[in-house]
């Protein structure tokens, strides 16, 4: 991983980690990188959230672009997966977000999408992490090779149409009580659902830069479910930040993961004959429970490492359209380049609509296993994590472990990604089992390394 780009794009505290001059900086780099593939002035798109430090930074970066050579189209407020369906569309050389989606308002990031919608390769971040990393002052344009920048806030209304044309049967008489996360969905999510027969009520819509996630999206869903139940809607729905993920609660306010909800849509896309490969690819942290259901029901879930990088890789290898995350970061391949919280709720409606009845009836069948996770310290190198959860002690001591669950139940020890810890996750029948072969898990991993 480079000393910049994290599993999704820069980020960091605004003012702090993320500052006007390195994003200024990394505006001149990306626009150096990408005039190496193009004759004239590439074009570049940039949405933002709705932080404070979002103007800021998207000023920032505008600068660099443009400095450097490349034209410029501002998208305003919007959501991520709208860059990048918007990049695609618009023949963009790249797509910019600035956001740090799920994360408090202090809080930016600066996202880049390829001119395929999907996350830049790692060669192209490298070469841009190089140069913003090099101490020589990088060579700005003179005269008529200045960029320009375009207001381009219609595209909005593109993105809309083309949400609505991918839901097959529209929902509706449906109660919705939709949870915007002070986020880029309180600019969307009316238009959006304005265009069917539903009864829509929103919370949470009211940006004021400081209040986007706070107690609020698809990280905290207290408040839906609360306010779900005692107003008697038929379903709730949550965004994060930057309207990439989606999650749910049903009638009662009781939660609904993205897990459950990529079980459902794969259940009605298998009986519309539209399940790609038999199946989808959810994540190694997916629940029991999931796989259970997907047997019963004649699909196939297939596990990838988590993040949402490695969910769209083995989509594609595997010929798969659906593919997602717990966290309801959801990706319809067929439509979308990336997970679309909006596109999810869409589709999440339309079945709802299409079963006629409760939604706590219609994820009933979707058991979900205790869960356990616990972070053991570990080393901080990734080659060195890697080792000692291959070693002789402690793969011994998780087979002595799967033996106390006797097939009900699973272990996944995995690397953290970003920190020097390892993470222990048991799912097992009772949450007592769970807890218990987790904590002696643990504890075997603790003392190997004394």
């Known amino acids: 991983m480079g000393k910049l780009f994290g599993t999704d794009g820069i980020r960091g505290i605004a003012n702090r980690q993320l500052t006007p001059e390195l994003a200024y900086r990394v505006g001149q780099a990306a626009a150096l990188v990408l005039r190496r593939d193009y004759e004239g002035k590439p074009v570049v798109v940039i949405g933002k959230d709705t932080r404070i430090s979002s103007d800021m930074l998207e000023g920032a970066i505008t600068a660099g672009l443009t400095a450097c050579g490349v034209n410029v189209h501002t998208l305003g407020v919007i959501s991520t997966p709208a860059v990048a369906l918007i990049t695609v569309r618009s023949g963009a050389a790249a797509g910019i977000v600035i956001s740090a989606s ?43 090779d200045i960029g320009i920048t375009y207001d381009d806030r219609h595209a909005m209304d593109a993105y809309i149409r083309y949400l609505v044309s991918t839901v097959k049967g529209d929902p509706h008489e449906l109660r919705v009580l939709v949870d915007c996360a002070n986020g880029a969905a309180s600019v969307t999510a009316q238009r959006i659902f304005a265009r069917y ?73 298998k009986d519309a004959g539209d399940l790609q490969g038999d199946g989808f690819v959810a994540t190694v942290m997916s629940n029991m429970g999931l796989h259970k259901y997907a047997q019963a029901n004649g699909f196939t879930v297939l596990c990838a490492d988590v993040g949402d990088r490695n969910v769209r890789e083995m989509m594609v290898k595997q010929g798969m359209v659906l593919g997602g995350e717990q966290s309801g970061h959801i990706i319809f391949l067929n439509h979308m380049p990336t997970g679309d919280g909006q596109l999810t709720a869409l589709h999440f409606l339309s079945i709802i609509t299409k079963y006629g009845i409760p939604v706590s009836s219609l994820v009933e069948e979707i058991k979900r296993y205790p869960q356990v996770l616990i972070n053991v310290p570990g080393p901080h190198e990734s080659a060195a994590k890697a080792a000692l959860i291959a070693s002789d002690a402690v793969q011994t001591a998780i087979r002595e472990q799967e033996k106390r669950l006797a097939g009900d139940g699973r272990i996944l020890v995995r690397p953290s990604g970003t920190e020097a810890l390892l993470r222990v996750m048991v799912e097992a029948g009772t949450e007592e089992t769970a807890q218990t072969v987790a904590n002696d898990l643990a504890e075997v991993i603790k003392n190997i390394q004394k």
């Open 102 to 144: 799920h994360n408090p308002y202090e809080y930016n990031g600066i996202k880049f999408f390829g001119p395929d919608g999907s996350k830049l390769p790692d060669e192209v971040e490298n070469a841009i992490e190089n140069l913003i990393l090099s101490k020589d002052p990088l060579p700005m344009c003179e005269n008529g």
């Open 197 to 269: 027969d539903l009864d829509v009520t929103y919370i949470n819509d009211k940006p004021n830069g400081v209040n986007i996630n706070a107690g609020c999206g698809s990280t905290h869903l207290e408040e839906l479910g609360k306010l779900v139940a005692q107003g008697c809607y038929d379903v709730g729905i949550a965004f994060d930040g930057d309207a990439d993920r989606c999650l749910a609660v049903d009638e009662k306010g009781n939660e609904i993961d993205g897990d459950k909800i990529m079980a459902l849509i794969a259940r009605a896309m």
